[in-house]
């Protein structure tokens, strides 16, 4: 059974930086794609940034050259390094992982961003 375990959140102060890990039990390589997501109060939850087995990268443009999605194939293990942190980036984050055949998607339980102003 695949399992996705976040850990990292935490507050910090506007400027600050953060690491976030997420952690698989299974190879990641055996996803297509992973992702983080966020999603603050009273609002949709929103891809922040992804990696494909590739290893190819894509960034919302809200968070584009402020965090950096990285991976462990070692430890089975992807991250994102936010830096430069700002209030509105206060939100659950949840790690994401995408298998297209057959077509699943996995979640983990969500890690908490709070960024004071």
């Known amino acids: 059974q695949v399992q996705l375990v976040e850990s990292g959140g935490g507050l910090v102060q506007a400027g600050g930086s953060l690491k976030l890990s997420c952690a698989a039990s299974?190879?990641?390589?055996?996803?297509?794609?992973m992702g983080w997501y966020r999603q603050a109060p009273g609002k949709q939850r929103e891809l922040v940034a992804s990696?494909?087995?590739?290893?190819?990268?894509n960034y919302a443009s809200s968070v584009k050259g402020r965090f950096t999605m990285s991976r462990d194939g070692v430890k089975n293990t992807v991250y994102l390094q936010m830096s430069s942190l700002k209030p509105e980036d206060t939100a659950v984050y949840y790690c994401n992982a995408d298998q297209r055949i057959p077509a699943r998607a996995y979640w983990g339980q969500g890690t908490q961003v709070a960024v004071s102003s």
């Open positions: 299974v190879p990641i390589f055996l996803f297509d794609a």
């Open positions: 990696i494909t087995v590739s290893g190819s990268t």
